[in-house]
């Protein structure tokens, strides 16, 4: 059994789908933030769709959702946009946020070394 079987549960060829800890964790971040919207990316052979949301500092998160609709359907409920990530691409202040948390992880680990 390989490492993709074993996070598949055993499974060989099956991919963990959403589940409602997923919808929760999605509701959960949005009202927590402002400026959020949603990109839908599609699903892969490793994963079924998943829902990306960001923020307006460019802070994300990601988990599975059930399909494109349901995706759309969630969004809707919570009032914010949604893109398809295929034709849109990733915002750029989700990148500039990476960039940013990777300067201060750096930063940190020097601080560590250096000590």
């Known amino acids: 059994m390989g490492l993709l079987d074993k996070l598949r549960g055993g499974r060989p060829g099956v991919t963990r789908g959403a589940g409602g800890g997923d919808?929760?964790?999605l509701r959960e971040w949005t009202a927590a933030r402002a400026g959020v919207e949603a990109f839908?990316?599609?699903r892969?052979?490793?994963t079924e769709t998943t829902m990306l949301l960001v923020?307006?500092?460019g802070e994300w998160t990601r988990r599975r959702i059930a399909g494109p609709d349901a995706a759309r359907k969630l969004a809707k409920s919570l009032k914010i946009p949604v893109y398809d990530v295929q034709i849109l691409g990733y915002p750029q202040r989700m990148r500039d946020h990476d960039a940013?948390?990777?300067i201060l992880r750096d930063r940190?680990?020097?601080r560590d070394l250096g000590a």
Request: charged share 55%; aromatic share 0%; proline share 6%.
């Open 23 to 25: 919808e929760a964790h």
């Open 40 to 42: 839908v990316e599609p």
């Open 44 to 46: 892969t052979t490793v």
């Open 55 to 57: 923020d307006k500092d």
């Open 100 to 102: 940013r948390q990777r």
């Open 108 to 110: 940190e680990r020097r």
